[in-house]
């Protein structure tokens, strides 16, 4: 599958590894913009929305598998044969599951607040929630959208974050197919060892990659380094964006 891409390209040297930059769930390639625009300068960009998401296409199933699979046939649609990577939440897992498919093709991965095991929880329900509840309502404003989302999140962020893929009424992720993958979403199917350079970045605050997920990480990706952000929650890259792009800039090899 072809995916949806945003092309920042002109102001990059020459011979520079291009940099693929993966959104998370409910996200678009607009959530990684402010590392887009910071490292435009230092490495060909390309920003993707994941299938069922943003303006790429919509389809069924969803596992790592074929997002991986999306993501290579979208750089060889590209003529980008290898890639660095950056990867939030779901986009990470997407990363790492290149590496299984394609390991010859990525140079390093940068993973931000995510490990690769299986979660075994259920942490989105209340949005699930919300947006059908804006979408049951025949709701077209954002203002009212976000009034009607209050009822069910509390964080006035998460409410911005998710208002980003709300347009004319409609919601730019497919929220059907992301609820029926969601087992899969937050599951995960080990890869074999990949023996390049990763980093994982930790919001210091964030239940989704600490001690425990250690060994796990370290059997499938040997070479890998942790940083953590203090302060910081899941969403490290829009909390702390100085101090990502910092441990961004220390660990990429361009």
Known sequence: MNLNVRLQTEQSPVGATPLLLIHGLFGSLDNLGIIARELKTEQPIIQVDVRNHGLSPRADEMTYRMMAQDM??????????????????????????????????????????????????????????????VSDAGITARPLAAQTMRDYITEEGVIQFLLKSFHNGQWRFNVPALWNNYAAITGWENVPAWHHPALFIRGGNSPYLDDSHREALLSQFPLAKAHVIAGAGHWVHAEKPEAVLRALRRFFVV
Do not use: C, W
């Not at 590209?78 to 790492?96: L, R, W």
């Not at 590496?99 to 095991?117: F, G, H, M, S, Y």
């Open 72 to 133: 290579l046939d979208t750089l060889d649609e590209q003529a980008m044969t290898n890639v660095s990577v950056i990867g939030h939440s779901m986009g990470g897992k997407i990363a790492m599951m290149m590496t299984a498919l394609a390991p010859e093709r990525i140079k390093q991965l940068a993973l931000l607040d995510i490990a690769p095991v299986d979660y075994h929880t259920r942490r989105h329900d209340a949005i699930f929630a919300a947006v059908n509840a």
